[in-house]
């Protein structure tokens, strides 16, 4: 009997970098072993809320600590992603409500969309180092990757409705109850057992634990070399 696709819940939140690493290696991998990847938007605020944690860039040290390694994970991933000089501002002030909500209206709209557009705003974040916060920079971003233009209308209109509030709230609530503490979560279904996974630094594990092959973070390149 041939092996049924794995299904990976992944909790995660345009703000994060750690999540946008993970998501381009995950992505990648999709092709190469044999799971289900799901996207699941979440509140990286509200976990950080409820779980009693701290964002790494208001402990000093942590902060510090954050900025050379996404230097070096940045190389390492070969993801583009740059910190931008108002990080401080945004965590603190600004936060991602807004485009976790556009993302997930989108979602709820054409789940298709909802990997391009999350991309897209992390490349709007961490190449470009530009807003990710007002209507206008969600209507670039769905543009960029070619929404139909009523459709795009439609996710700006209803991204503060109730359902899509409520939608927000089940994914972040579901991480917690998974015991997310930040962001990403990972979550593979193996053999009616969640396994539970945080950050982008666990993958080989993940994979140990999939009975799959780690091939390192760009692995098509890692193949050709076998």
């Not at 108002?86 to 485009?99: P, V």
């Not at 999350?118 to 670039?140: C, G, M």
């Not at 209803?158 to 899509?164: C, G, L």
């Not at 996974?197 to 666990?202: A, K, L, Y």
């Amino acid at each position: 009997m041939a092996k049924s696709p794995v299904l990976i819940e992944f909790f995660y939140d345009i703000i994060s970098p750690y999540s946008y690493l993970a998501f381009e290696v995950l992505n990648r991998y999709q092709s190469v072993w044999k799971i289900n990847l799901k996207l699941k938007p979440m509140l990286l605020g509200g976990v950080l809320k409820s779980s009693g944690n701290s964002p790494p860039a208001v402990v000093p040290n942590k902060g510090i600590y954050m900025a050379e390694d996404l230097k070096r994970l940045q190389a390492y991933y070969k993801v583009p992603l740059y910190l931008p000089g108002n990080m401080m501002d945004l965590i603190m002030k600004k936060g991602s409500l807004n485009a976790q909500r556009f993302i997930t209206a989108v979602d709820m709209i054409k789940p298709e969309y909802l990997q391009p557009i999350s991309k897209a705003l992390w490349l709007r974040l961490y190449k470009d180092n530009t807003d990710i916060i007002e209507v206008e920079s969600f209507k670039e971003a769905g543009q960029s990757i070619g929404m139909e233009s009523d459709l795009l209308k439609k996710a700006l209109e209803t991204m503060n409705d109730s359902k899509v509030k409520d939608r927000l709230r089940q994914y972040t609530e579901a991480a917690l109850d998974y015991g997310a503490f930040g962001a990403p979560m990972i979550v593979a279904h193996v053999q009616g057992k969640p396994e539970v996974f945080f950050g982008s630094d666990r993958l080989e594990l993940l994979a140990y634990v999939l009975g799959e092959k780690w091939l390192g973070p760009v692995p098509q390149t890692a193949s050709s070399k076998l």
